[in-house]
């Protein structure tokens, strides 16, 4: 029986079915995580429905979803694992909705709302050579703060891999780490380059995407890194947002710290590897 067990802290998450053709499933989207051999703290399931026909997903302490198609399963999967991790307590660190990219020896946080473009413009960085921390998902450790990798799939609109040759042909190639679900691809960032973590850091920059400017001439214009490090403070997810006025507070404050003598950048247009060309030369300069 296919099982994988990975670490993606404070959490230990196990993944198993009875059907070895989901192998590639259960690997797509924590395929950069690292194994573990230590006791599950949340167990998920990837089976096959009576009779054969689809499959059925499990999850803690929900009922089982399905029958649906393999990519459908594993969406919802994907989306009660990242819930589950996302509101644990967490262990002197907390996750953001934001995506991070190593230029050069200076990382750059990358934050907007759904849709603004944050994994096309990561993946695009990724091709030209760059290492990351994520592209929806990065934790920052309170302590010290840092922000840091979270070893999870890239999530992927099929149409922007039309822009990205590398990529597209890495999915087409159902390489182990890939999986087309749901009307998008989870690609693995270990599937596209091998080293691919950025070491953990303060960030350099801050760049701000907006959905409402996709369109139009590529450019990445100076912004105000005071409105920057209000909009990160925005992006705090799961257990922390929820954990009481002093603790968002203390939250805050760190990252409002970790954020200190930012350059801060917006970044617009309809061409994404215009947008990853220009951030690079500006970051790199």
């Not at 609109?157 to 159902?174: F, K, V, W």
């Amino acid at each position: 029986m296919p099982v994988r067990r990975i670490a993606v802290a404070p959490q230990v998450l196990e993944f198993a079915s009875d059907d070895p053709v989901a192998e590639g499933a259960l690997a797509a989207l924590y395929h950069a995580a690292p194994l573990s051999t230590a006791v599950p703290t949340l167990r998920y399931g990837l089976r096959r429905a009576s009779g054969g026909t689809g499959y059925v997903a499990t999850s803690p302490d929900r009922p089982p979803f399905g029958p649906a198609s393999l990519g459908d399963a594993w969406a919802y999967l994907e989306w009660r694992a990242t819930e589950d991790v996302l509101n644990a307590p967490a262990d002197g660190g907390v996750f953001l909705h934001a995506g991070g990219v190593e230029i050069g020896s200076r990382l750059a946080l990358i934050v907007g709302d759904s849709g603004a473009g944050k994994s096309t413009l990561v993946a695009h960085l990724m091709q030209r050579g760059h290492r990351m921390l994520g592209d929806d998902l990065v934790r920052f450790a309170t302590a010290d703060a840092r922000f840091s990798a979270v070893g999870r799939s890239l999530k992927l609109d099929p149409n922007s891999l039309s822009s990205m040759p590398l990529i597209a042909r890495t999915c087409s190639s159902a390489t182990v780490g890939t999986l087309l679900a749901a009307g998008c691809w989870y690609v693995s960032p270990a599937a596209i380059r091998r080293e691919w973590e950025a070491a953990p850091a303060r960030p350099w920059a801050v760049v701000l995407l907006d959905a409402a400017r996709r369109n139009g001439p590529s450019t990445v214009e100076r912004t105000s890194a005071g409105e920057a490090a209000v909009f990160v403070t925005q992006k705090v997810l799961g257990a922390a947002a929820g954990g009481g006025q002093t603790r968002q507070e203390d939250v805050t404050v760190r990252l409002l710290d970790g954020l200190a003598n930012v350059a801060a950048y917006r970044a617009s247009g309809g061409d994404p590897a215009a947008v990853a060309a220009a951030l690079e030369r500006e970051v790199a300069a």
